[in-house]
């Protein structure tokens, strides 16, 4: 799948850019509650994935006061 064909945002998920949003879906993640169910190490081994974007979704979840599995 080309990111040219990932939407800029899926589910409630934060803009996270194309790359990141479509390493998620090929994870089968589209919600923050699944995306709770993961590490940071998780979601940093995915190839998409990097800092600014786990920041930003580590962000998305602390303003419904959750956070990643540790």
């Given at each position: 799948?080309?990111?040219?064909?990932?939407?800029?945002?899926?589910?409630?998920?934060?803009?996270?850019?194309?790359?990141?949003?479509?390493?998620?879906?090929?994870?089968?993640?589209?919600?923050?509650?699944?995306?709770?169910?993961?590490?940071r190490a998780e979601l940093l081994s995915?190839?998409?994935?990097?800092?600014?974007?786990?920041?930003?979704?580590?962000?998305?979840?602390?303003?419904?006061?959750?956070?990643l599995r540790q």
């Open positions: 799948m080309s990111t040219r064909d990932v939407p800029e945002q899926i589910g409630d998920l934060p803009r996270i850019g194309r790359p990141a949003t479509s390493a998620l879906l090929l994870a089968g993640v589209s919600t923050l509650a699944e995306v709770r169910e993961l590490s995915l190839h998409g994935v990097g800092p600014k974007a786990v920041r930003i979704l580590e962000a998305a979840l602390a303003e419904h006061g959750q956070t």
